[in-house]
């Protein structure tokens, strides 16, 4: 019997022992699997963080590569570089792969976007547009519009309907109204009945495309009325960046036409251009030596010029005498939505300068043509605030790493007026999401592929 029970107590014991080293066995499987499971995550996260900084470095590279493109592939000073020049989509820095977000100016909502550089100077400059032209923006109110003269000036006065320091002071917190220029279109924000609805509209992600969550109603952020049109808001229309210099390329200075002694320089830069023939015959045009010109297109219609011949002299004139001519508006880039900004042009005739300006693409080489869209009075009112020239432009650089991991998005806007192309803004936009449409994203996986 003792035999019996010896051989039962073993039994249960080598039982207890199988048990015990099965939960051993079972316990450091999971802990493997564990473990496996947390470097897989590891390594993951790894390739993640590496594919980031491979963006991070292919942003830099593009920021270089434009410098290169607008030091280099611009034929005349303050233009666009030549598109057929470079590339702006999938450009390949080592693994990862960076692109230029632009602009489509054909299309009123676009739902894939389009790649390049964008022309700071196709916008209304904050610092210089007149009431009435901000007034005519898109879902603008007289009230704010009130409001962002009154922080940009450099006194107290309140405008009617804007807002000073009494207004500013009673919010939480309270702060004092700027009076002074604004230093990026955000700023926005602290000025009084801005809300970020009205600031950035549908387009969530600020790349001039319109989204899937910018159409579904409520359902994704942002809110939007789903009817498959792309509402922007005023940042897509402002800058504070456009300016042009009052000298040539070869440094020499302009003639300033609204200075009443001007008619001087004016005829000796005709007279070397045209000859003194047809120089006198042109100046004769103008009337009294002491009528002062309110523009270079005023001064192509009155002195009856040809395009031909006001090519020859338009960039050697002005209508400033500071350093710098500010805010004026590129004619040959700018939106309906801007150009309906423009005294002389407005709502009835901003349609109508997009479709001249469609139909001779590519003819467009002086402000002269705005003259054969509106009548001499309208021109003439417009020919103040418009130029041919850019001499500011954004990089909106997006860029993944290896396998199209790690988003990156930052802005950058280059400023060429002083000659050598400088980076004067950069703003980080990577946080706003995708912003490179469903196309690029079912592409990602042939990447590589692409040289």
């Given amino acids: 019997m003792n035999c019996v029970e010896s051989r039962v107590g073993s039994r249960d014991r080598r039982g207890a022992a199988l048990i015990v080293t099965l939960w051993i066995a079972l316990g450091l499987v999971a802990l493997g699997l564990y473990f496996g499971q947390s470097m897989s995550l590891e390594l993951r996260g790894s390739e993640n963080r590496v594919a980031g900084l491979a963006a991070d470095h292919a942003i830099l590279g593009a920021t270089r590569y434009v410098g290169y493109l607008l030091n280099t592939n611009v034929t005349t000073w303050g233009t666009l570089p030549d598109r057929v020049g470079y590339r702006e989509e999938a450009v390949a820095v080592g693994d990862a792969h960076f692109w230029l977000i632009g602009r489509d100016s054909q299309t009123a909502s676009p739902t894939e976007p389009v790649f390049g550089l964008v022309d700071e100077s196709s916008k209304l400059n904050l610092n210089t547009a007149t009431i009435d032209m901000l007034e005519a923006l898109p879902l603008m109110t007289p009230e704010i519009a009130a409001a962002i003269i009154d922080w940009r000036d450099t006194n107290s006065d309140v405008t009617t309907g804007g807002a000073e320091d009494d207004t500013y002071l009673r919010f939480n917190p309270p702060y004092h109204c700027k009076n002074s220029d604004f230093e990026t279109v955000d700023e926005l924000r602290l000025v009084s009945g801005m809300t970020l609805a009205l600031l950035y509209g549908?387009?969530?992600?600020?790349?001039?495309?319109?989204?899937?969550?910018?159409?579904?109603?409520?359902?994704?952020?942002?809110?939007?009325?789903?009817?498959?049109?792309?509402?922007?808001?005023?940042?897509?229309?402002?800058?504070?960046?456009?300016?042009?210099?009052?000298?040539?390329?070869?440094?020499?200075?302009?003639?300033?036409?609204?200075?009443?002694?001007?008619?001087?320089?004016?005829?000796?830069?005709?007279?070397?251009?045209?000859?003194?023939?047809?120089?006198?015959?042109?100046?004769?045009?103008?009337?009294?030596?002491?009528?002062?010109?309110?523009?270079?297109?005023?001064?192509?219609?009155?002195?009856?010029?040809?395009?031909?011949?006001?090519?020859?002299?338009?960039?050697?004139?002005?209508?400033?005498?500071?350093?710098?001519?500010?805010?004026?508006?590129?004619?040959?880039?700018?939106?309906?939505?801007?150009?309906?900004?423009?005294?002389?042009?407005?709502?009835?005739?901003?349609?109508?300068?997009?479709?001249?300006?469609?139909?001779?693409?590519?003819?467009?080489?002086?402000?002269?043509?705005?003259?054969?869209v509106l009548d001499q009075a309208s021109a003439v009112q417009a020919g103040p605030y418009i130029t041919g020239r850019t001499f500011q432009f954004s990089a909106d650089i997006a860029a993944v790493g290896k396998q199209g991991r790690g988003f990156r998005r930052q802005r950058f806007v280059f400023d060429t007026s002083s000659g050598l192309p400088s980076i004067v803004f950069r703003q980080d936009l990577s946080a706003r999401g995708w912003s490179l449409g469903r196309r690029t994203r079912q592409n990602l996986p042939t990447l590589a592929s692409i040289p």
């Fill in 202 to 372: 549908e387009d969530s992600n600020l790349n001039g495309v319109l989204d899937p969550n910018e159409n579904d109603g409520t359902n994704l952020a942002p809110d939007d009325n789903r009817d498959g049109k792309l509402d922007p808001g005023f940042w897509e229309y402002l800058t504070v960046y456009s300016q042009q210099p009052n000298t040539n390329a070869d440094g020499t200075v302009r003639v300033n036409l609204t200075a009443p002694n001007s008619r001087q320089g004016l005829q000796s830069l005709l007279n070397d251009k045209l000859g003194q023939s047809r120089a006198d015959e042109i100046v004769r045009r103008l009337g009294p030596p002491n009528r002062p010109l309110g523009s270079p297109l005023e001064l192509f219609i009155t002195g009856a010029m040809t395009t031909s011949e006001f090519s020859l002299i338009e960039d050697s004139l002005t209508m400033t005498n500071g350093s710098f001519a500010r805010g004026l508006v590129n004619i040959n880039t700018a939106t309906q939505a801007v150009l309906t900004c423009i005294p002389g042009i407005g709502v009835d005739k901003a349609a109508s300068v997009v479709a001249y300006r469609q139909a001779n693409a590519g003819n467009l080489t002086t402000v002269s043509w705005i003259a054969s």
